[in-house]
């Protein structure tokens, strides 16, 4: 079955780094369109960063853009989140996200993660 696991949040100092995961079964995130989301309280979920099934290409927001790497490991089916240089903003529920013909929209539980001191 399709299922999306996002793991490494937690809270962290400004300035602070923190490596998030997505671990994906029942499809090939090689063969996906992967996205992370983000959604801080009360306010609504935002595009965070893409990587292209074909070709890897990636897309950042401009918020992040500089401080955040988007890749996947093929090997371990797993896409990745490097967020570093992490302010009080980027305080939020990250949510990995996958599309592909075959399985539609799918989405993970989420992982919060706190920057604060």
């Known amino acids: 079955q399709v299922q999306l696991v996002e793991s490494g949040g937690g809270l962290v100092q400004p300035g602070g780094s923190l490596r998030l995961s997505c671990a994906a079964s029942g499809f090939t995130v090689s063969s996906s369109f992967m996205s992370w989301y983000r959604q801080a309280p009360g306010k609504e979920r935002e595009v965070v960063a893409t990587?292209?099934?074909?070709?890897?290409?990636?897309n950042y927001a401009d918020s992040v853009k500089g401080r955040f790497t988007i890749s996947r490991d093929n090997a371990k089916n797993t896409v990745y989140l490097q967020m570093n240089s992490l302010k009080p903003e980027d305080t939020a529920v990250y949510y990995c996200?996958?599309?592909?013909?075959?399985?539609?929209?799918?989405w993970g539980q989420g992982t919060q993660v706190t920057v604060s001191t």
């Open positions: 990587i292209t099934s074909a070709g890897g290409i990636t």
């Open positions: 996200s996958a599309y592909s013909l075959r399985i539609g929209n799918s």
